[in-house]
């Protein structure tokens, strides 16, 4: 199994953040991720290709081929986004993570800030951050941060993610709002947009996140439908 990263272009990425994310609970990551891409104009500089990549495309309302892992750059910011349309596959997910997390060693990047779901289930009564998060190897975070409570295990991609994080030292700040475990949760996608704004200075408004909820509800359920029908039968191609 071969997983590569192919960047469109020269750019320098030097002292930037990665922001990305998998689907997960409340779909969080891939929709704050595609989201943050369009509000700031991000262009896109690169791909990632795998030799079990899903073969599933999509296209943009420009009818732009879209695939299924492209890397953005928001250079404003001083953002790269890595949006993952469609999940990975779970053989594969192992060399999936190693090549994103050597592509920010190689590329002198400063970390990484990824973006996930937390059971609704789990929030204490009491609350008031509205998420938790996993801080590792020195990300600079300000103030207190609400740390995941121990003994509570996360799994699948971010899981993995996170290991090979732990295992190069790469500083990463792992958010996980409070979400609907059965449903895209565009309010928890808006609670990630809001720390990313507190961690980097940004002012990415979430107000167009609520307007568009419908239809990024519709392409999110298309995308988990299509992807299910895929993992079911390998010769369909859609």
């Not at 107000?207 to 895929?230: C, G, Y």
Request: one cysteine or more; glycine letters at 8%; a negative charge.
């Amino acid at each position: 199994m071969t997983v590569t990263i192919e960047l469109f272009e020269e750019v320098n990425l030097e002292g930037k953040y990665l922001v990305t994310g998998f689907h997960g609970i409340g779909v969080v990551g891939y929709i704050s991720c595609k989201y943050m891409i369009e509000q700031t104009g991000a262009r896109r500089i690169g791909t990632i290709v795998s030799t079990l990549m899903p073969p599933l495309i999509t296209l943009d309302d420009k009818g732009d081929v879209l695939l299924p892992f492209e890397l953005y750059l928001d250079d404003k910011d001083g953002i790269v986004f890595l949006v993952v349309r469609f999940q990975p596959s779970g053989e594969e997910m192992r060399e999936f993570t190693k090549e994103m997390v050597s592509f920010i060693i190689r590329s002198k990047m400063k970390g990484l800030v990824l973006l996930g779901g937390l059971d609704y289930n789990f929030k204490p009564q009491d609350d008031e951050k509205g998420y938790r998060c996993v801080v590792t190897n020195g990300f600079p975070v300000k103030g207190k941060p609400p740390l995941i409570d121990a003994g509570l295990f996360i799994s699948g991609g971010i899981a993995m993610l996170l290991i090979e994080l732990q295992l190069r030292k790469v500083p990463a700040l792992t958010l996980f709002p409070y979400a609907d475990r059965e449903h895209p949760d565009m309010k928890a996608a808006a609670k990630a947009i809001e720390i990313i704004n507190e961690t980097f200075g940004t002012n990415i408004q979430t107000n167009k996140l609520q307007e568009e909820a419908k239809d990024l509800e519709k392409e999110v359920n298309q995308i988990l439908k299509q992807q299910v029908k895929e993992n079911a039968n390998h010769d369909m191609y859609m």
